[in-house]
């Protein structure tokens, strides 16, 4: 898309076709006539003069014909990956960021890159975006042999013959009249122009305000990922085309440069005496999506060097470099944790991790230079919550895991998108339980990363891990939840049933294998089996590839129903495709389905402290269905998928749930907490897809009254917040809340809103959950500490910095203030929005406004959404526009207001559009028939211009299907159930 730098209008009177009324101005024909007849002349006369006094040797420079006016729209090009003829081999980038709006925010570039001919060719085609080469200054030369990459040894030019930009493809053309030999180096040289653009993509500008000043400080930084390199300089912008980048950033002397490697020397520039060049040493072979430059006035923080072998650098802005301290301690802990766990070492000399203001993503991997959103990065101890320093430390390990997976070994394509996120958000788990093991975070993987992916995968419009992609929105797309939390799923199955010595050493021969190059999941697979064949923890016969194919290669997951026979102590499983809401019409497909799924268990007496992980025998591909002995008592409960570390669900017969619910009420700890949490997010999800009875599912709930752990109700909670969402507008929400509030109620007196020294942080963010949602359903004496806690924090002299609210509490107390507040108390939290210093402060605060009930306020607040100047920063509109479409009163409003301005925030994005987020937060709360029919005309009215929110938008219009038909099947049978229970309670 190209970049638009036109104001946006907010009125939507003001927006009329102009082609709707036949009023204006007419001429007569003569007129007309004679005015036709000037501009052919003066275009005639304009081509006569360029063509004069155009230098002789000057190549012409063409633009394709298609139409790029405003407002007209590509077909979705599918042939848009470079020719496979030329190989980059080193760049020599130069560039001059003019960081002023008195320079209109350019980029002056210079740039050389070595490059290998593989085919005989006389085409040398590279990406560009928003980028304007001088035509005169493409040169190629060959390079002598003798003088090595990078060297300065040039001998034969070649002419150019021709140069034209491909837009639709991001392509620029340069032709030459001689052929370039095969297996042959040249050098092309050329200088150009690009843009410091405010799309948060490419080398992009940012700015804060200075507390002591009050004024506004500009900075330059990157975003490249993942096809964006090409808006900042000419590149072969794909991930296999690994080369080594030289880097010099032209800055004023008052300003700091970083780039991935570290700086070689700093001279004075020539011509411009307030000018400076920084020269970094040549980088490690790597993909241009990670390199990396940042141009800034901010300061930093020098880790100890006893923490980690390469220098450790964090980067904030001056106001809020003290934030930082915890990540100068953390960081470097966990990259030398991942050093011994990969068996490699870090292979830069330095690694710099910078804080900024404005960051589309959570934060960017960049080798060498991790690049952060500051919520991401920054931790004030005074102001922030246990919840946020948790947060930090899991971006950061992820960050650092994937200075391995991803930079060292690079995915040859987007397809295998995967392979870098999904092992980066396992082994961040890993990183930071070797920092905090007292946090317990491996058991929040399940309720974190299992429950909430099996939920998106359920769907039919989910999608393989492993998906082939083409178009840079189908890209964008697939960095889903699918990538992430189910790659990182099925990555700890992986390491279960290897074991974790077979696995982590098959990980370090692949990562030394590979080192530097470019990777598909099979060369993993390849590695892992060698290493498990060696330890024989997997079967000769069997293939890690033949397993995890069946993983990757399609999409959803299995539900295992287990059904015993008592008497001979045997068990059948079955394996089945789970559908949350299942088209008859696909049964074939359905059928198809098959998997390699590896079975635990435990019981009473066999493996009983659900510690052996490992699979007892495997369900193959093959079949869908297998009888197995099992080492269980007829009067013995059993449960499957110990510690739910197979991605699949589980169902069993009606004897066995009885055996199951009657432990739990009995002694709910002799069952592993996650397995607890395994069960009851099983038993919901199995009631919604109507395979098992939700009088059974309620039963298996019964044992929480009794349960102080986290981890069971963050499982219940979750599933829950669903039932709460479809009952909302219907008679016996009434219902729902007594009962509820009857099942809280125990939780709520012992949590209370007091924390003690002695809490651990699974015990705070249990409080946070219980607090919610006691709150949510309308438990008077919850609302009106709330209440009362907002107040006095309301009548404070000096609230910005006298904040009496407990920091893991702030979340919940500004919601529960504001929504039952007025606009005074909503104004205040806008004030204090306004006026944070700490980026964490301003993300509750933004989240909490939109708990208003006010119709009008929260109208007004997503306008200020996409309004420049609104005080909202472009990063956090779509964070404003979900929170709004999560309130009762405001989906409806998110809804209309999506849709009825869906082109003018999509100019506002300009680049790496994607509404996904929003488009979810309001499908989850629509039941019906009709509002179905209006997300569907949504869709219609939209199609050519939903870019990568379209998957979404799919998968929006399948869970309100699902939830109609949810509603249809089992609204009357829970509200039957509600009423007899809350009669039983009386």
Request: charged residues 20%; proline residues 4%; glycine residues 4%.
């Amino acid at each position: 898309m190209a970049v638009s730098r036109e104001q946006l209008t907010m009125d939507n009177g003001k927006a009329e076709s102009m082609f709707s009324h036949p009023n204006g101005c007419y001429v007569s024909r003569t007129k007309a006539f004679g005015f036709i007849l000037l501009v052919t002349l003066l275009a005639v006369a304009v081509g006569f003069i360029t063509y004069n006094m155009t230098p002789c040797g000057t190549p012409i420079l063409t633009t394709p014909s298609t139409d790029l006016t405003e407002g007209s729209s590509f077909k979705k090009l599918t042939d848009v990956l470079l020719p496979t003829n030329i190989r980059p081999l080193y760049y020599k980038i130069d560039l001059i960021p003019y960081i002023d709006p008195t320079k209109n925010f350019t980029i002056d570039g210079k740039i050389a890159i070595d490059i290998l001919c593989l085919e005989e060719t006389q085409k040398i085609t590279v990406h560009v975006k928003n980028v304007t080469v001088h035509p005169s200054t493409v040169l190629l030369s060959m390079v002598s042999k003798s003088r090595g990459i990078g060297g300065n040894d040039e001998t034969v030019s070649f002419t150019v013959k021709n140069q034209e930009y491909d837009i639709p493809r991001e392509f620029y053309n340069i032709t030459f009249n001689q052929s370039l030999k095969p297996m042959v180096t040249y050098r092309l040289y050329m200088e150009f122009e690009a843009l410091l653009g405010d799309e948060l993509a490419g080398f992009y500008r940012s700015s804060y305000t200075d507390k002591a000043t009050n004024e506004t400080r500009w900075i330059g930084v990157t975003q490249f990922q993942a096809t964006d390199a090409r808006r900042a300089f000419p590149c072969f912008d794909e991930p296999s085309l690994k080369a080594e980048f030289e880097v010099s950033l032209g800055r004023i002397r008052n300003m700091t440069t970083l780039s991935n490697m570290d700086l070689r020397t700093t001279e004075d520039m020539v011509g411009k005496p307030d000018w400076v060049w920084d020269h970094y040493n040549k980088s490690v072979p790597m993909s241009t999506y990670l390199v990396a430059f940042a141009v800034t006035d901010f300061e930093y923080l020098e880790s100890n060097r006893s923490y980690s072998k390469p220098l450790f650098r964090v980067w904030a802005r001056k106001d809020a470099i003290e934030q930082s301290k915890f990540s100068q301690e953390v960081g470097p802990k966990i990259l030398t944790h991942f050093e011994e766990y990969f068996n490699i070492d870090f292979p830069l000399p330095k690694l710099d991790m910078i804080a900024l203001p404005d960051f589309s993503a959570g934060a960017m991997e960049n080798w060498g230079l991790i690049t952060y959103r500051e919520t991401a990065m920054l931790f004030d101890p005074n102001v922030s919550s246990d919840s946020s320093m948790q947060r930090v430390a899991v971006v950061i390990a992820h960050e650092i895991a994937h200075q391995w997976f991803g930079n060292l070994v690079t995915p040859s394509w987007w397809s295998d998108l995967w392979l870098n996120e999904g092992f980066a958000s396992y082994v961040e788990y890993i990183g930071v339980d070797m920092v905090f093991p007292e946090w317990k975070i491996l058991e929040q993987f399940v309720t974190d990363e299992v429950h909430e992916v099996f939920g998106l995968d359920a769907l039919d419009s989910s999608h393989p891990i492993s998906v082939q992609v083409h178009h840079p929105d189908e890209i964008s797309e697939i960095f889903d939840t699918i990538s992430y939390s189910k790659g990182a799923s099925i990555i700890r199955m992986m390491n279960h049933f290897l074991t974790q010595p077979s696995f982590n050493k098959g990980l370090t021969n692949y990562l030394n294998k590979w080192k530097y190059n470019n990777t598909e999941q099979s060369n993993l697979w390849t590695a892992l089996t060698e290493q498990a064949h060696l330890d024989k923890t997997l079967d000769n016969h069997l293939t890690v590839g033949e397993i995890m194919d069946t993983w990757t290669l399609q999409k959803g997951f299995p539900v295992v129903l287990v059904e015993r026979n008592y008497p001979q102590k045997t068990a059948n499983f079955t394996q089945v495709k789970f559908s949350l809401n299942r088209n008859e019409s696909l049964a074939a497909e359905y059928d198809s389905y098959k998997w390699w799924v590896p079975i635990s268990y435990a019981t009473s007496d066999y493996n009983n402290n659900f510690t052996k992980t490992r699979p007892e025998f495997w369900i193959s591909k093959k079949y869908k269905s297998r009888t197995h002995e099992v080492h269980a008592d007829k009067r013995d409960w059993l449960i499957v998928n110990v510690q739910e570390t197979g991605f699949y669900r589980v169902n069993y017969d009606q004897k066995n749930w009885n055996f199951i619910i009657n432990q739990l009420n009995t002694d709910h700890k002799k069952i592993h907490t996650v397995n607890r949490a395994q069960l009851l997010d099983d038993s919901l999800n199995l009631a919604r897809a109507s395979l098992l009875p939700y009088d059974v599912t309620f039963n298996v709930t019964q044992f929480l009254r009794n349960d102080e752990d986290y981890i069971p109700w963050q499982a219940f909670l979750n599933n829950f917040h669903y039932i709460s969402t479809m009952f909302l507008r219907s008679p016996s929400f009434g219902s729902f809340k007594k009962y509820m509030v009857e099942l809280l109620e125990k939780q709520y007196e012992r949590v209370g809103f007091v924390e003690t020294p002695t809490d651990s942080m699974l015990m705070k963010y249990h409080r946070i959950n219980i607090l919610s949602m006691t709150c949510s359903v309308g438990h008077p004496d919850c609302i009106d500490q709330a209440k009362n806690f907002f107040s006095d924090w309301m009548n404070k002299t000096d609230p910005d910095n006298d904040n009496p609210i407990p920091t893991n509490l702030r979340r919940l107390i500004y919601c529960n203030g504001i929504r039952f507040g007025s606009e005074r108390e909503w104004d205040f939290a806008w004030q204090r929005y306004l006026g944070s210093n700490v980026a964490y402060e301003k993300a509750i605060i933004l989240t909490a406004l939109a708990c208003s009930r006010e119709t009008w306020i929260l109208n007004r607040y997503m306008i200020w959404s996409i309004k420049p100047d609104s005080g909202i920063r472009k990063q956090d509109c779509r964070s404003v526009l979900a929170a709004v479409a999560g309130n009762d009163v405001g989906n409806f409003l998110a809804f209309n207001f999506v849709r009825d301005r869906w082109l003018e925030i999509k100019n506002y994005f300009s680049t790496g559009f994607s509404m996904g987020r929003v488009i979810k937060s309001i499908a989850g709360k629509l039941n019906t028939k009709f509002e179905l029919m209006e997300l569907q005309d949504f869709k219609s009215r939209y199609e050519s211009d939903l870019g990568s929110s379209a998957r979404a938008v799919e998968q929006a219009i399948e869970t309100v299907q699902a939830n109609i038909a949810w509603m249809d099947k089992n609204f009357k049978v829970i509200t039957d159930w509600l009423e007899q229970s809350n009669m039983i309670s009386v």
